[in-house]
């Protein structure tokens, strides 16, 4: 079953912060998360194991709740160069990913 | 080196036509992939392989088929196909076959299927 993410779009002003959160019906055992730009393949930010981890890369952070099987994404003083789309994926006992509907991003300056 | 490469970058096929999509990856990855993405839709699943075995076939329908030549080669042979399978076709690399791998993907084989 696909993950769900909300917003399903954000606009943003340069430097604003975002959350982007992904939630299952579903245990997950990983989550993912992925940026694709428009025309490009997903290039990964991420990956979270355990309930309650969390990760940071550069500005980008996210957090993982087991227990409630959900995950966030927190997007801090945003750059243009976030711009696209960000899918989580969810890994599932079959160690099948399934990605959500994905959220789309757009910075301006 | 995280590189997923695949060719070619774009085809164009009639629905009478023979193609075949390539991957390779260099990583040493045992787990390789291929997911379809439509234009404003996450990628879905398709094939995934294991040490060169298939080990997941999401009911693709027959058309498609999926080989593993060696562990750094996956090819996605194309045959009479329907203009509904134009997409981007990507194809993804793993480590291992497992939840906390990360997956890298190719560019992708943008398809138009007229």
């Known amino acids: 079953q696909q993950p769900v993410q909300s917003p399903q779009a954000v606009i943003l002003r340069e430097g604003e912060d975002a959350v982007i959160n992904c939630s299952s019906s579903?245990?997950?055992?990983?989550v993912h998360w992925y940026r694709q730009k428009h025309g490009e393949a997903p290039v990964f930010l991420m990956i979270?194991?355990?309930?309650?981890e969390q990760k940071g890369h550069d500005k980008i952070s996210a957090s993982f709740n087991e227990k409630k099987q959900q995950s966030s994404l927190y997007l801090t003083a945003s750059q243009l160069s976030y711009s696209g789309t960000y899918f989580c994926?969810?890994?599932?006992?079959?160690?099948?990913?399934?990605f959500g509907g994905g959220t789309r991003l757009m910075v301006k300056p | 080196d995280t590189e997923v490469t695949q060719t070619p970058k774009h085809l164009v096929m009639g629905m009478t036509n023979k193609k075949s999509l390539k991957c390779e990856q260099h990583?040493?990855?045992?787990?390789m992939y291929w997911y379809k993405q439509k234009a404003k839709k996450p990628p879905e699943l398709m094939f995934v392989?294991?040490?060169?075995?298939?080990?997941i076939n999401e009911s693709v329908p027959s058309r498609f088929s999926p080989e593993c030549p060696n562990s750094s080669l996956l090819n996605l042979h194309l045959h009479a196909l329907q203009p509904e399978d134009s997409a981007l076709y990507l194809c993804?690399?793993?480590?291992?076959?497992?939840?906390?791998?990360?997956?890298?993907f190719g560019p992708g084989t943008r398809l138009l299927v007229l």
């Open positions: 994926g969810s890994r599932n006992a079959g160690n099948m990913l399934t």
């Open positions: 990583m040493g990855h045992r787990a």
């Open positions: 979270l194991l355990k309930g309650g």
């Open positions: 579903k245990a997950l055992y990983s």
């Open positions: 392989y294991s040490y060169e075995k298939l080990s």
């Open positions: 993804a690399s793993s480590r291992l076959l497992l939840a906390e791998e990360t997956q890298y």
